[in-house]
């Protein structure tokens, strides 16, 4: 029975207060108190510049503003416009031609595209599987529709894929599933900035066709990419998919593309879901039940987003500006990534592995209490269980040069026996 006056629990749990949030407005609070200068606030998922003002591209700007009114005045039709659902393919593809029949839905970010994934590739009651470390709000969307997240351990005492692991999850799932969704988040992973090389995701993929080869199961691998286009070289970073190419019709993939930090279109609430599938017909039946799905929840996306990314890919000059101003944001980034990583091998903090993108996360006892120790000395991250996360997506490279000898002190001085 829950507490609630007149809501219904339905099986959630509803935190009083977002966490992330939490933290955050208490470095908003210092910093008016204190001054900007005293505090860092690695706390925000969204990327910053060194000035922490959120970067904007401005190239998708000049496209916003140029939009003709029936862009967004005008409802979408349910899976997104012909053009939307063409260039979102693009975006999430690459150079990459799948040779895999593709469907693309719209989903409001890439949050639409792990929610339909989740209500239309398992059970109510079912476990969705992801790794151990992970993006919290995984458990959220599953229990909004009553599913709870397991987890296999991500990586062995070696800082490899524990691909052990992950097979044992597979298959002791599969034992009491009639089928099961896989969460995948890479390459830049959040929490830890982990990217699967090439040698993981063929490990990864043999324990899927082993799981399901009696053809009485189905697997369905969730590929969230939120992070591709900040991760380097956006190219090198899409070469797993000619892996997802060919595989038994009872593994299904889908792809969960978000414009939120591609085109820095975070508040427009824009992404897709795309399968990859050898067989047509699941390909048409997951347009189908998406589909229903977006019209059962959010019904139609933000049009204004679609006519956006319909016009950036209806002009090459175009795109290669907008493309042009991420790389330069995105080089910015793995920049800071790398200067963290260097400061904290100097001073000995130890990191969880990391290659990329928004996040990295430093292991540690007692990481609530080494939170609150940090901000005394007015810096922010986010206890995440077994560490803290640091968004060096929100903090300058001089900070990131700083950051790790700050934390292994605070580290010592609250774990000192
Ligand atoms: C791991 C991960 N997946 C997906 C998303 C999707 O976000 P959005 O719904 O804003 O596109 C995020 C955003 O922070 C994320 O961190």
Redesign the pocket.
């Given at each position: 029975m829950s507490n609630y006056k007149m809501a219904e629990a339905n099986n959630r749990i509803v935190p009083a207060e977002d966490k992330i949030f939490g933290i955050s407005q208490k470095a908003k609070e210092m910093m008016a108190r204190e001054g900007a200068d005293k505090v860092v606030n690695a706390t925000i998922?969204s990327l910053l510049d060194d000035d922490g003002k959120l970067v904007i591209l401005s190239s998708v700007v000049e496209v916003v503003n140029n939009l003709n009114p029936i862009d967004f005045a005008d409802y979408a039709p349910i899976a997104g416009t012909p053009d939307f659902m063409e260039s979102i393919k693009k975006a999430a593809f690459g150079s990459y031609v799948p040779k895999a029949y593709t469907e693309a839905v719209a989903?409001?970010?890439?949050?639409?595209?792990?929610r339909n994934t989740i209500q239309n590739y398992s059970k109510r009651g079912d476990q969705v599987l992801t790794s151990d470390w992970?993006?919290s709000?995984?458990t959220t969307i599953a229990q909004e529709i009553e599913r709870t997240i397991a987890t296999y351990t991500l990586f062995d005492d070696e800082g490899n894929l524990y691909i052990a692991s992950f097979e044992s999850k597979v298959n002791e799932l599969l034992s009491k599933q009639d089928g099961l969704v896989v969460i995948l988040?890479t390459p830049a992973?959040?929490p830890t900035g982990y990217s699967f090389t090439l040698e993981d995701w063929n490990k990864i993929i043999s324990v899927a066709k082993a799981a399901v080869t009696d053809g009485k199961k189905k697997l369905t691998l969730l590929v969230?990419i939120?992070?591709v286009d900040y991760a380097g070289d956006e190219e090198e970073y899409r070469k797993f998919y000619p892996l997802l190419e060919d595989l038994p019709t009872n593994i299904l993939v889908v792809i969960?593309y978000?414009?939120?930090?591609s085109c820095t279109m975070?508040g427009m609430?824009?992404?897709a879901m795309i399968c990859m599938t050898s067989d047509k017909e699941i390909a048409d039946e997951f347009k189908l039940v998406c589909s229903f799905s977006c019209r059962g929840t959010w019904s139609n996306c933000n049009r204004a987003a679609m006519a956006t990314i319909s016009n950036i890919y209806a002009d090459e000059a175009l795109l290669a500006k907008v493309t042009a101003e991420r790389q330069g944001y995105c080089k910015m980034l793995v920049q800071r990534g790398k200067a963290f990583q260097k400061a904290a091998n100097e001073v000995g903090l130890k990191t969880v592995p990391f290659d990329a993108g928004?996040f990295v996360t430093v292991p540690c006892e007692n990481a609530d209490a080494v939170g609150l120790e940090l901000q005394k000395a007015g810096i922010f991250t986010v206890p995440i269980g077994k560490g803290l996360r640091v968004s060096v997506a929100s903090i300058s490279e001089e900070v990131c040069k700083r950051l790790p000898e700050a934390m292994l002190k605070a580290i010592k001085t609250v774990n000192a026996k």
């Open positions: 998922g989903t409001p970010g890439g949050t639409g595209a792990i992970y993006w709000p995984y988040n992973h959040n969230d939120a992070y969960g978000s414009l939120s930090k975070y609430r824009s992404g928004f």
